[in-house]
């Protein structure tokens, strides 16, 4: 039996997610765990070079953490991570 682990290199803190992301991943037929996994991996998704390199300056400094993925039907997905480390949300982009 294969297992996946996650290696965590930052807390999520409470994790909350919009009743639109919640939708799209419900009509999309994947979980949040999917997302959250290459978050917490610093797989950010689609971003430029210049927001990675954000990213990675925010992970050393404290600040928000955002990631943009795209679910199987297509619809774009942002996990953001709060500077505290208090929460992590998916939401959609209009929410």
Do not use: C
């Not at 939708?23 to 927001?51: C, M, N, V, Y």
């Not at 943009?68 to 297509?74: A, F, I, S």
């Amino acid at each position: 039996m294969e297992t996946t682990s996650t290696v965590q290199t930052f807390p999520l803190g409470r994790i909350v997610a919009t009743p639109g992301a919640l939708a799209a991943l419900h009509a999309a037929g994947q979980t949040p765990h999917e997302f959250l996994s290459r978050h917490i991996r610093k797989d950010w998704g689609d971003l430029s070079d210049e927001d990675r390199q954000e990213n990675e300056f925010s992970l050393r400094e404290g600040f928000r953490l955002l990631s943009v993925y795209h679910t199987k039907l297509g619809e774009r997905m942002w996990v953001i991570t709060e500077a505290d480390r208090s929460a992590t949300t998916l939401l959609l982009p209009t929410e």
